[in-house]
Every structure is written in structure tokens, then in C-alpha cells.
């Protein structure tokens, strides 16, 4: 069943197994990691110092995010800046901006995280999405190509935008209206197939999880 075909799907079985299959895809050595951030207490995040939410988003968090290991590589060089230039202060305000906004506010949350050095969009929203499972996914160019598959969704031509290329033939970085708008795609389906199979089990995180090992 291809994502289009998924999307429209009224058959239970076929979401779910279409969301166990995101754990074919992660890499043996990040499998514990994996589990364990899918798994994240708020609580957590309250305790911690300001060096503690630095290890966090550098030993945790960025090894989630970038598998890959040049991009771990060049996003923690930004990282690093709150240690050289001693700006732990800084990084530790955002983290309680994160942990008191108003979840519901996509806006707000997603330009909040991409104050963090070396996040854009596609990171700010991750960190989220492991915060507030409930109101953020993960929005990054696996999602803008598999919704971009997605027959007769209302915002088809502004995906279309985003799924274009530059001139180096690189993906286009999202912008914040973007991510905005495709979040709001994950809530509005998660909120259907609630609805469609009497349960609460379905989040924007795992609309994308399930969008990231789409086509795979």
C-alpha cells in the first residue's frame, strides 16, 4: 500500500503496521537511544542544569537528529558555541521558554527551538516532537516527499513548493510557515484517524514516523 493509498485508509492493521515498520529503519546503534527519547519525561528536562541540557541536546538530542555522521559533525560545531564562548546561561533561558510555552502554539514553539545554535526547522521541530508528541511531529524532507505522493490534500500546491529543489539540485530548507503547515497536516490526520478508529493513540509524532519509512 503506497502512502497515498495509506493516507485514505480506513483499515487499522495497515496504520499500524505502516508505524512499526519506522523501526526497521533506525540504525542498531541507535536503537536504545531511539527508545529512550520516544519515551521522554518532561521531568527530565525540568531537573536539569544548564551543562546537563547542553549534554542532553549534544550527546542525546543532536545524535537522534543527525544520524548521519557528517551532519552530527557540523551541527554540533554550532553547538559548542554556548560552551567556547561560556553562553550555557542562554541555551538554559530557551530550554524554560520550551518548557512553559503553550504547546498548542506551533508558531511559537518551532521559532522558540530554532533559537537553539545549529537547529533550522526540520531540528527545532524534532525536539519538539519528542516534548510534546502530542502537538508536533518531526517536519524534514522525508514528510514534504511522501505527503508531495499524497492525492487531493488541500495544501498539494504549497507542498509541491516546498518539494522543489535549488539550484545545486539540494532539497530546499523549510521556513517556518512550513513547518507550521505541515505539523497542521500531522494534528488534522492524527485527530481523523482518532475519531475513525475510537482511540487516542494516534499523534503528529507518529504521522511522521510513520511518513519518514514511507516508500522505503
Known amino acids: 500500500m503506497n502512502i ?11 496504520w499500524e503496521q505502516s ?4 523501526w526497521h529503519f533506525v540504525k542498531d546503534r541507535n536503537v536504545e537511544l531511539e527508545r529512550a527519547l520516544s519515551a521522554l519525561d518532561l ?11 547542553y549534554d542532553f541536546l549534544h550527546d542525546e538530542y543532536f545524535r537522534w537528529k543527525y544520524t548521519a555522521d557528517n551532519r552530527y559533525a557540523t551541527t554540533t560545531i554550532h553547538l559548542r558555541k554556548y560552551i567556547e564562548a561560556n553562553e550555557l546561561s542562554e541555551l538554559d533561558s530557551i530550554r524554560n521558554k520550551l518548557l512553559n510555552l503553550n504547546p498548542s ?8 527551538a530554532t533559537e537553539i ?3 533550522g526547522i526540520a531540528g527545532a521541530s524534532g525536539l519538539l516532537s519528542l516534548m510534546y508528541p502530542e502537538h508536533f511531529g518531526t517536519v524534514d524532507q522525508f514528510a514534504v516527499d511522501a505527503l508531495a505522493q499524497v ?7 504549497a507542498i509541491s513548493k516546498m518539494n522543489q529543489k535549488n539550484n545545486k539540485g539540494e532539497p530546499k530548507q523549510l521556513r517556518l ?3 507550521v503547515m505541515l505539523i497542521e497536516i500531522y494534528a488534522r490526520k492524527a485527530k481523523e484517524l482518532n475519531h475513525l478508529f475510537g482511540s487516542t493513540e494516534w499523534t503528529p509524532r507518529k504521522l511522521d514516523m510513520v511518513l519518514w519509512v514511507s516508500g522505503r
Open 19 to 22: 508505524l512499526q515498520r519506522y
Open 177 to 179: 510557515p512550513d513547518g
Open 43 to 53: 521531568k527530565r528536562l525540568q531537573r536539569f542544569t544548564p551543562r546537563e541540557w
Open 117 to 119: 545554535k545549529g537547529l
Open 4 to 14: 497515498s493509498e495509506l493516507w485514505y485508509s480506513s483499515n487499522s492493521s495497515a
Open 105 to 112: 502554539d506551533i508558531r511559537l514553539g518551532l521559532s522558540t
Open 151 to 157: 492525492n487531493n490534500l488541500p495544501e498539494e500546491s
